[in-house]
């Protein structure tokens, strides 16, 4: 059973970058269909970026052109490159392994001045 721990959250001011790491063990990443996911106290889950095994990318349009999914299958890791970071912005992000429908135990975006 593949496992998912994020890491990279943090407090940032807004306009600024973050990038949010999804390290697997127990499965090989490059074989899944990978997502991340985000969540405000109160609201569901809602994806902001997904990358295919075949890393075709889709992104929500309230990040597209600011956040980036990328994934290193040597280091069985995926990546959420955040940038022009706005207090909107702020949520748990989790990343999901959706063919295993596998999740992670969520990092803490707070975007803050």
């Known amino acids: 059973q593949v496992r998912l721990v994020e890491s990279g959250g943090g407090l940032v001011q807004p306009g600024g970058s973050l990038r949010l790491s999804c390290a697997a063990s127990g499965g090989i990443l490059s074989s899944y269909q990978m997502g991340w996911y985000h969540q405000t106290q109160g609201k569901e889950r809602e994806v902001v970026a997904i990358i295919t095994s075949g890393d075709d990318t889709f992104y929500d349009d309230s990040v597209k052109g600011r956040f980036t999914i990328s994934r290193d299958n040597a280091k069985n890791t995926v990546y959420l490159e955040m940038n022009s970071l706005k207090p909107e912005d702020t949520a748990v992000y989790y990343c999901?392994?959706?063919?295993?429908?596998?999740w992670g135990q969520g990092t803490q975006v707070t975007v803050s001045s």
């Open positions: 999901r392994a959706l063919g295993a429908d596998v």
